[in-house]
C-alpha cells in the first residue's frame, strides 16, 4: 500500500502544473513527492506501534460490544492527551512494542537492512517526543515585550474605567473623539457591551485592574444588560447608552449576535473559575434565549446579514464566505444546535493568491475579517484557517505604508461629517478581497495589529513601536488609525485619527491578554462542553490544491463592477 502511494504520487508530480509545483505554505505542510516519501518514513517508522495500536482497538471494540457490553461511550479527547506529562518514558512506555520489535531485529535478522530498521524502531519514541516539541515560534513573550504589552493594556483599561460610567448605565460609549474634541459618543452596540465585559476579566487576568473595578463594573453591566429591550433573545444592534432606547431604525445584527453570545459565554466561565457563581447564573440568563434559529436561511442553509425589526422581515443579504468575521457566529449556532453541521460546509472557501502563497478570501480584505473570530475560537495549527490567517498577514505585512507601519481594517478615517465626526468604513488589500479597489486608499488601524500577536508576536510588537515612533499612541492605548490616502493626507506622515472606538480596543485587550496568557479567553470560550464538542471544525485540513480565484480589472469594473475568473 506504501509504495503504491509513491507510484500515485510520482504520477501526480510529473502532471502537476507549475503554479502547483511552486505552490508555498505558512503551515508545516508537505506536497507532492516529498508529503509521499515523508508519510512512508514515519509510518515504517512507527509500523509496529500502528499496528498494535489498531489490532487492541479493535479486540476492545469486539470485547466491549459482544462480551462486556460496558465503556461502549468511553474515548479520550486530544485536549486530556494534551494534559498528560510528555516525557521520554511516557513515551517508551506507550510504544513498548516498537523498540521491543527493534531489539528483535537486531539481535535476530542477519541483513544490513534489517538491523538499520531494528535501530529505526529502538529510537522511534524519541522521534516521537522530538514531534511533539514547540517550534521556535511557539515561544511565548519575554520580559521586555510583556512589559510593553501590559502597559498597553493598562492604557486600554484606563478608557472603560473612565467611560463605563453610571452616566452611560455602565455600558462603553461608542467612542470618544479627541480631536475635533466632538468627545463621548452616547451609543453602544452589542459587540462593545461583550468586549468590555471579557476585558474586565482580561485587567484581572493581567493584574492591571489596579483600583479594583473589574468585578463591580461587570455586575452593574450585567444589571443593565437585564433591562435592554430585547428580540428572541438577542439585544439590539444599537443603544442609547444615557435612556438605554434602541436606535432607530431597530435592527438585530446577526455578527454582532454573536460576538456578544461569544463574549457572554466567556464571562460566564470566567466568573465560575473566580467563584463568582451568583453573577455567572445571572449572565447564563442572558444567553440562555438566544437562539440563532430566525436569523438562519433553511434553504440557502446561510445566515441573513441580520433582521429588520420595522419590516418584520430578515435582510436580503447573506454571510457566505468563511474568511469572514460572522465565522464565530456560525461555529456558535453549529455547536448549539441552532443551524446544522452543513451550515459550516456551505460556507465558501474560495482561494487567492499572492506571492507563491494563497488564502481564502474575504469580503473587503482586513485584518478584522481574518482575525476577529480568533479572540475566542482556537486557532489550530497547520489548518485552512491558519493558513488563510497567515497569508492574509503576509499580504497585509506586504502593503507597507511610507512610514514603514502596517495593518489595515474596517477604521474611521481622515473624513469628516457635518457634525465634525470621523468617517468610518472597511479599509482592506485587494490581494485578499472580493470586494473591488481596496488598494485605492490606505489607512493603517493600529488594532489590527493586535489581533495579529497570535500569529507573529515579534513583528506585531515591532509594528506597534513604530506606531508609537509616528505618535499613534495616545492616553487609551493607541489612536484609531493613521491614513496616509495621499488624497485627503498633507504629507507622506499620514494623518492621525485621534479618536478611540470601544469595540477595537476590547479586541486589541483580549488579543493582548491571550498572547500574554496563553490564550486566555479562547480557553474560557472553550470550557462550554457544546462549543469544545465542535473543536474539530477548526481543524480542516489545508487542501493539497484547490481552484484560485482571479479577479481581474475589465470595463465593468472600471464603471463600478468587478470581474472573477476561476483558474
Partial sequence: ALGTRLLFSLAEFVSASKADLELKFHSRLLSGLSLAFAQTLFRLWFLPYDAWICFSAAVTSLWRMA?????????????????????????????????????????????????????????????????????????????????????????????????????????????????????????????????????????????????????????????????????NGHFLNWYDTRTLRPLEPKYVSTVDSGNIYASLLALKNGLCKLNHRALASRVDALIAPMSFAPLYDAEKKLFYIGFDLEKNAPSPGHYDLMASEARLTSFIAVAKGDAPRKHWRQLSRAMLKKGGYQGMASWTGTMFEYLMPELFLPLARDSLLYESSKYCLFVQRSRLAPTGVWGISESAFFSLDSALNYRYKANGCASLALKRGQDNELVI?????????????????????????IGARGRF????????????????????????MAHHLGMSMISITNCL????????????????????????????????????????????GKAAKWL
Fill in 67 to 231: 462480551v462486556s457490553g460496558r465503556n461502549l461511550l468511553e474515548w479520550e479527547t486530544s485536549a486530556q492527551s494534551e494534559r498528560k506529562k510528555q516525557t521520554l518514558f511516557s513515551y517508551y512506555r506507550n510504544m513498548w512494542l516498537t523498540p521491543l520489535a527493534g531489539i528483535i531485529l537486531l539481535l535476530f535478522s542477519y541483513s544490513a537492512l534489517s538491523k538499520l530498521a531494528g535501530l529505526f524502531w529502538i529510537v522511534a519514541p524519541v522521534t516521537a517526543l522530538s514531534l511533539a516539541f514547540p517550534l521556535e515560534g511557539d515561544k511565548g513573550p519575554g520580559r521586555e515585550t510583556r512589559q510593553y504589552l501590559t502597559k498597553c493594556a493598562e492604557d486600554i483599561w484606563g478608557y472603560f474605567e473612565k467611560f463605563c460610567s453610571a452616566e452611560d448605565n455602565f455600558l462603553p460609549p461608542d467612542n470618544f473623539q479627541e480631536q475635533p474634541p466632538v468627545g463621548i459618543a452616547h451609543r453602544t452596540s452589542p459587540t462593545n457591551i461583550g468586549l468590555m465585559l471579557c476585558s474586565c476579566l482580561c485587567a484581572s487576568e493581567l493584574c492591571i485592574d489596579k483600583n479594583g473595578n473589574a468585578m463591580s463594573l461587570i455586575e452593574n453591566a450585567v444589571s443593565t444588560l437585564e433591562k435592554l429591550p430585547r428580540w
Fill in 445 to 469: 488601524s493600529p488594532y489590527s495589529t493586535f489581533l495579529a500577536l497570535g500569529l507573529d508576536m515579534k513583528s506585531a510588537v515591532r509594528n506597534l513601536r513604530k506606531l508609537e515612533s
Fill in 477 to 500: 492605548g493607541f489612536f484609531e488609525a493613521v491614513d496616509y490616502t495621499s488624497s485627503r493626507c498633507r504629507s507622506e506622515q499620514g494623518e492621525i485619527i485621534r479618536s478611540y
Fill in 517 to 560: 496568557s496563553g490564550g486566555y479567553m479562547q480557553k474560557l470560550f472553550m470550557l462550554s462542553p457544546e462549543m469544545r464538542a465542535y473543536d474539530s471544525l477548526l481543524h480542516e485540513r489545508l487542501p493539497q490544491s484547490s481552484s484560485v480565484l482571479e479577479l481581474r480589472e475589465s470595463i465593468s469594473e472600471q464603471k463600478g
